[in-house]
């Protein structure tokens, strides 16, 4: 369900339009007034500007948008890529990021805190370790 947070309407450049069209899997002819909410789009593709919220050029919208540790899709997603989350999450999971098609690997707040902190242990546990190998222990 699409909470109307932010409203675009659709492009008018062809180009565009057509790979907003193709994303989200809607065939041509809209209505002339045809819009799409926010929560289509990620965090880092939204942009404050003059007390307004606005999309990035060259955002593209998505319909499969969920947490791709969790697979929550009622919250705000935060781009893995924004913040350079995709190689904290190989080193713990020992996989790369799950992407598929026009599917942007993102992550709800919860599992955002929880990545930084596991990976922050994770350094923790392995500075310990030098640390100890110089005493040979």
């Known amino acids: 369900m699409c909470f109307l947070l932010l409203i675009k309407i659709f492009p ?17 002819p809209l209505p002339e007034d045809a819009k799409i909410c926010s929560l289509h789009f990620l965090d880092d593709e939204l942009q404050q500007k ?3 919220t606005k ?12 947490c791709t540790m969790c697979l ?10 924004k913040y ?3 190689d904290i999450y190989k ?4 996989k790369p990021v ?14 955002l805190e929880s990545l930084v902190d596991m ?4 350094l923790m546990g392995l500075k310990s370790r030098a640390i100890l190998a110089q005493f040979g222990m």
């Open 119 to 122: 990976n922050k242990f994770r």
């Open 55 to 66: 999309i990035s050029d060259g955002a593209i919208p998505v319909t499969l948008h969920f």
């Open 98 to 111: 799950f992407t598929y098609k026009h599917m942007k690997p993102a992550v709800c707040m919860t599992c």
């Open 91 to 94: 080193h713990l999971t020992g």
């Open 50 to 52: 003059d007390g307004m």
């Open 12 to 28: 008018s450049d062809t180009n565009t339009r057509n790979l907003w069209l193709k994303s989200l899997c809607i065939k041509d």
């Open 72 to 81: 929550d899709s009622q919250n705000m997603l935060y781009s893995m890529t």
């Open 84 to 86: 350079k989350l995709e």
